[in-house]
């Protein structure tokens, strides 16, 4: 009794704890104020003039001039200059975003009508604003589709001063009436200014609602950074969790592992704090493995000849006559794995050595096969590369332990085990080495690398955003594309 009373309180917390760790991100992504104050300052050009495009509705309305009643209407109102002094953002703990638009001035123009029991008449005016204070706070949530979304919480505008000057048409009238028209303009223009706005947010809300979140990224590999929650707002930082599993674009099959927690502060002084899981680095390996990736060249035709390998294979291939071309590939046998630990990142890969020597007519004769499980640690940090927009990886590696074994018994290449195995693993290590010094280029290009770490089950960056190429990817709406 007490025994599976126990039972199955292990088994309901454990699978809560699945159900917790199902639902942690691959990556996640921590912004700070920082980003939001040069996001501001980015933003000053970009909004101005993605407003001043739209057209405005109509104002309409009656004043008291006297005994008589007059209408007026304000057709084909445009923004034509926007000034302001300044445009602030910040968190909104809980909600998402805020932004304060002040001061500067505004000219609008539009055509006017005016139509009374006494007279009627139309010109062409235009309107002067001053001291204007706009808040907007913007709601962030993830949507159905997993793709983060935007809204308008609430919107108000002020406006103190209003110039009006108009055009055409019989001028003592407009002196008579351009006070209390003023007045009715100013707060029909507050609306104005949010419902304008409102549209705006409502536009980027479907840009990024067209955003493709599943990415591309060569012909053998694409990523899904679909949303796994809302975004969560505190005062000091905003925190985007996304899924972050890659998968084949040849079979569409995605590898979802189950990624640990990650836990991080985001560093001040830079715009953003990335953790990449581990689970991420798996994956990208699984998809990359299943798509044919992950073989290498150990020795070919173009390998130095005076190296220990090459005498090595010479004598091998002496029961062949004279070839002087060997070919040996190294492939994995399963996806490699990885584990990181602080400030080291664990590879285990299984492999097979095909040693092969070239004759001629394209023939081919077996030298040996061996299989192979190699275990290397490795110091690496990513960087912007210092010459091509993107980032580099490098590194350098230790070895943990190197297995070899050669499958043909009774074989020459078998009683040559250790000496195959000495050779090759200082190949292999040399290969590694070379590569991770030489760097590994990343055509990622959104973010500003200053500083990467190793933690225990993630790599954390500290990051700058690229607030240029993110406007690209808005307004082209296809991150791959840049
Ligand atoms: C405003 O008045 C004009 C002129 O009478 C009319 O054409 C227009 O439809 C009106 N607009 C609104 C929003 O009522
Ligand atoms: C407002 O800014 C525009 C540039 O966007 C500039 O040409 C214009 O002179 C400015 N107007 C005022 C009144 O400051
Ligand atoms: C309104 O501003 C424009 C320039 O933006 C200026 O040419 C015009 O004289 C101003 N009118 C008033 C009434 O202040
Ligand atoms: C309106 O225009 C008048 C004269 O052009 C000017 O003296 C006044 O400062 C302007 N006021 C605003 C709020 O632009
Ligand atoms: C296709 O998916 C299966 C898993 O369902 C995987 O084993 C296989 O390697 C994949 N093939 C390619 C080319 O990605
Ligand atoms: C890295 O981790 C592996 C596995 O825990 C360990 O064998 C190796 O010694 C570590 N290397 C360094 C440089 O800490
Ligand atoms: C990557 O870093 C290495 C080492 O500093 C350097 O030699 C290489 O040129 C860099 N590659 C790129 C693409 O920046």
Excluded at 376 to 399: K, M, W
Aim: with cysteine.
């Amino acid at each position: 009794m007490v025994m599976s009373w126990f039972c199955s309180a292990v088994l309901l917390i454990l699978s809560a704890l699945c159900l917790c760790s199902a639902e942690n991100p691959g990556v996640k992504v921590k912004l700070t104020k920082m980003i939001m104050d040069k996001g501001a300052a980015y933003a000053k050009q970009n909004l101005i003039s993605q407003l001043k495009d739209k057209p405005l509705p109509d104002v309409n309305g009656t004043i008291t001039m006297g005994e008589e009643n007059m209408n007026y209407a304000f057709l084909n109102i445009r923004l034509v200059d926007f000034n302001y002094t300044s445009l602030s953002s910040s968190f909104v703990p809980g909600t998402g975003i805020k932004l304060v638009i002040k001061g500067g001035t505004t000219t609008l123009t539009s055509d006017f009508e005016l139509y009374g029991w006494l007279l009627t008449d139309n010109g062409f005016c235009m309107l002067n604003l001053t001291e204007i204070c706009i808040t907007v706070i913007i709601g962030v949530q993830r949507d159905k589709s997993n793709k983060p979304s935007i809204h308008t919480v609430s919107c108000e505008a002020d406006i103190l001063g209003v110039n009006l000057t108009m055009i055409g048409g019989v001028s003592y009238i407009y002196d008579a009436i351009r006070k209390p028209m003023i007045k009715m303009i100013r707060n029909d223009l507050n609306q104005q200014v949010c419902s304008m706005l409102r549209g705006q947010i409502q536009q980027w809300d479907q840009t990024l609602n067209d955003l493709k979140l599943n990415i591309l990224l060569d012909n053998s590999i694409g990523v899904d950074l679909s949303l796994v929650n809302d975004p969560v707002f505190t005062e000091q930082n905003a925190e985007i969790d996304s899924e972050c599993m890659f998968y084949s674009p040849v079979n569409e099959t995605k590898v979802a592992l189950t990624p640990a927690a990650m836990s991080f502060d985001a560093q001040k002084g830079s715009m953003l704090t990335v953790g990449l899981s581990e689970a991420s680095f798996n994956s990208a390996s699984q998809v990359y493995h299943s798509g044919g990736g992950f073989i290498f060249r150990l020795f070919d035709a173009h390998s130095k000849s005076n190296s220990k390998a090459a005498a090595l294979l010479a004598g091998l291939c002496q029961p062949f006559g004279k070839t002087k071309k060997q070919l040996v590939l190294l492939s994995a046998s399963k996806a490699p794995t990885f584990l990181l630990q602080t400030n080291n990142v664990t590879v285990g890969f299984s492999g097979i050595i095909n040693a092969h020597a070239l004759l001629p007519r394209a023939q081919r004769e077996t030298l040996f096969t061996a299989r192979t499980d190699i275990c290397f640690s490795a110091q690496v940090s990513i960087l912007d590369s210092n010459f091509l927009p993107g980032l580099n990886l490098t590194g350098s590696i230790s070895l943990n332990s190197f297995n070899l074994h050669v499958e043909q018994e009774q074989s020459e290449a078998k009683k040559r085990e250790a000496e195959i195995k000495a050779i090759f693993m200082e190949e292999i290590l040399r290969m590694l080495n070379d590569n991770l010094q030489t760097g590994l280029y990343i055509p990622f290009r959104f973010f500003k690398i200053t500083t990467s770490t190793i933690k225990k089950g993630f790599m954390m960056v500290n990051a700058n955003m690229n607030f240029e190429c993110l406007e690209n990817v808005l307004s082209s709406g296809n991150p791959s594309k840049s």
